[in-house]
Structures are given as C-alpha cells and as structure tokens.
C-alpha cells in the first residue's frame, strides 16, 4: 500500500478533498532539482480537513472516477483553521501587537484626510 504526504488544496466537495503532492528530480542532463507536483483525490468520511492543511494520504480500492486514495491522517493543520476556532486563546502580547497595528492605521487615515498634510504638488514643465 503506498502512502503519500501533501497539502489540501480543495475541500468543496462532500467527503472529498483534491492533495497536491510535491516530489523533486533532477534533471537528466542539467543535474539540477525541480519541483514537479501532482494532484490526487482522497476520501475524506467526516470532512474533517480543510485548505492548507498537510495529510497523509493512503492508496484504496477506486471509490468513484477519480478517487482511489483516502485520507489516513491530518499531520498539521493549517494556520487559518486554527485561528478560526473559538477555542483558540489569543496571548497577551499577540493583543498588544494587534492594537498597536489597529493604532498605526488609525493615525495613517488620520494624516490622509488632514488637507495640511498634504504636500503642495510641483508645477510641470510644459
């Protein structure tokens, strides 16, 4: 049984998602690496991955046209899954972080709707 690792890159379908896996060769005569990747469809039961994440995918008996692999387990989630989650607990400094940003953007639309802010434009030459 082969089994392959990759990353998510479609989740519509029900109980289906679309892995993209990448392997590398080496080319024949110039000696140097490329990426070639390949997509596979994989059964996924309880639609439990999402877009990003990295999976392990397992060869099985052909379940429709395209699907003959099925999802064995999700290794990492993705870092949007994460942070969609109710459960996951913002830390004290991600918050300060995130006000200071949320402060800088308030004072850059502050500066862009100040008329005196602005910088006289220079005449042209005509």
Not at 105 to 126: H, N
Request: aromatic share 4%; hydrophobic share 35%.
């Amino acid at each position: 049984m082969r089994i392959k690792s990759g990353i998510v890159i479609s989740d519509i379908n029900d109980r289906t998602i679309v892995v993209k896996v990448d392997r590398y060769e080496i080319h024949p005569i110039y000696k140097k690496r490329y990426r070639v990747s390949k997509k596979f469809h994989a059964h996924d039961e309880k639609n439990e991955a999402k877009i990003g994440d990295i999976v392990e995918i397992s060869e099985c008996r052909p379940l429709s046209k395209l699907k003959c692999w099925k999802l064995d387990k999700i290794v990492a989630k993705s870092a949007q899954a994460i942070v969609s989650t109710p459960a996951a607990v913002e830390s004290d400094e991600e918050a300060e972080l995130r006000a200071i940003v949320q402060k800088e953007k308030k004072v850059a639309e502050a500066k862009a709707e100040d008329p005196a802010a602005k910088t006289p434009k220079k005449p042209t030459k005509k």
